[in-house]
């Protein structure tokens, strides 16, 4: 899903955004795996992954929040990268709403469609078969693993980044899903794409990407990784189009508030966004609830250990991340459950807490199901069978 080259080191500190001058970071991480996606094949591999730095600056001068201490060299989004969501019940009927959002709500119908970062093709195929929406779509991913083209080749894929064919700027829609966190200078990759659909200002542009006031309010620790670099508020996100000089034409709250969901064209009239002046003091206490949470959370898990096997349910970002800060030794007995066949039978990076099909828990005498994302409550416990709903623990930062 890498879309932009390596760039030069930025200038240690300074916002990319905006150019101020850096805060303290509210949140440092020594020694983090820089690939959450990737479990090992054996406990011993898990725990000699390359690791990375975490230092999460939140800039006072936009609200931008940043890795400082990102190095993207370290990062390599090869064959085994698998980062699907598409898997969820619940995640596919997100992608299904935003495709008919846009289909019927913007009328994206008979459009040439460019998805930058297109993972597997999950979001692109609903746009292309989208019943009467007769549009084509080519997905751009180094990473991309899989057939060249499909459904008689109006969806089709290629392996490199946006720009390296001109045709590339005539797209009538650019759709960027879960891409612009990963890249360590935001600004060049949005004044890139800009600037190569000068020639083309009807070209609409959709992103996606994860909001960071509601993981800073609601302090979801785990929200906290290596691979996102940067972080946006509505505000922030709004900023970065304007000065990459496109015209926001909306900016909102999707998936349960966790992601934002921005629309632009190269030119034209801009909507107003309010200002999130109040990141810094949400990032402030979100940063002390981090150190609360390696205080304390050793002790509340070995306490729920206490009364059985505990599992917490998913070996991404998230469940790794947890296991990373609540057991950090991987001494607490805990497994992490995946309905990813890939996944299963492997190991988390960092920690080597192994990765279960969430059917074998029964069998292994699993009493509690941590649960780290709440959105995803009843879909775990219709696959926990006979008393799931019982065994689920919402695992809160704070409590
Ligand atoms: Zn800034």
């Known amino acids: 899903m890498r879309v932009q080259k390596v760039p030069a080191a930025a200038r240690l500190g300074a916002c990319p955004l905006c150019g101020g001058a850096a805060a303290e970071p509210f949140l440092v991480r020594a020694r983090v795996p820089v690939a959450q996606n990737q479990p090992a094949g054996s406990a011993e591999a898990a725990r000699a992954v390359t690791r990375g730095r975490l230092e999460m600056v939140a800039c006072p001068g936009c609200g931008f929040v940043f890795n400082r201490a990102f190095d993207a060299s370290l990062l390599r989004y090869g064959p085994g990268y698998d980062n699907t ?23 994206v119908r008979g459009a040439r469609i460019v998805e930058i970062g297109c993972g597997r093709g999950d979001f692109l195929r609903r746009l292309v078969t989208w019943p009467g929406a007769d549009n084509t779509g080519l997905g751009l991913d180094p990473a991309y693993d899989g057939p060249d083209a499909a459904l008689e080749g109006r969806l089709r894929f290629a392996r490199r980044y946006f720009g390296e064919d001109a045709d590339d700027a005539r797209a009538d829609v650019i759709v960027c899903r879960h891409v612009i966190e990963h890249l360590p200078d935001p600004l060049g990759f949005l004044g890139a794409l800009r600037a190569m659909l000068a020639a083309n200002p009807r070209a609409r542009v959709f992103i996606e990407t994860p909001c960071v006031a509601w993981t800073l309010r609601r302090r979801v620790l785990w929200d906290f ?15 970065a189009f304007a000065q990459a000089g496109f015209a926001l034409r909306a900016v909102r709250h999707v998936f349960a508030g966790q992601y934002l969901w921005l629309e632009a064209t ?10 999130a002046g109040e990141v810094v003091a949400l990032a402030a206490v979100c940063g002390a609830a981090e150190r609360a949470a390696r205080e304390g959370w050793p002790a509340r898990l070995a306490a729920l250990r206490a009364r059985g096997p505990v599992a917490a349910w998913g070996a991404g970002a998230k469940g790794v991340t947890f296991a990373a800060l609540a057991d950090p030794d991987a001494t607490s007995g805990l497994v992490l459950a995946d309905i990813n066949p890939a996944k299963q039978g492997h190991f988390v990076p960092g920690t080597g807490h192994p990765i279960l099909p969430p059917e074998t828990l029964a069998a292994r005498g699993v009493r509690r199901v941590l649960l780290m994302n709440p959105a995803y409550r009843a879909e775990v416990a219709a696959r926990l069978a006979d008393g799931g709903e019982a065994r689920l623990v919402r695992w809160n930062v704070a409590a």
């Open 85 to 107: 969501q598409a898997l969820s019940p619940r995640f596919a009927a997100h992608l299904d709403a935003l495709a008919r959002h846009l289909v019927e709500r913007r009328g």
């Open 225 to 239: 990784f290596y691979e996102h670099c940067s972080l946006f508020t509505a505000a922030s996100l709004a900023r």
């Open 266 to 275: 190269p030119t034209g009239e801009a909507a107003r966004v309010e200002n």
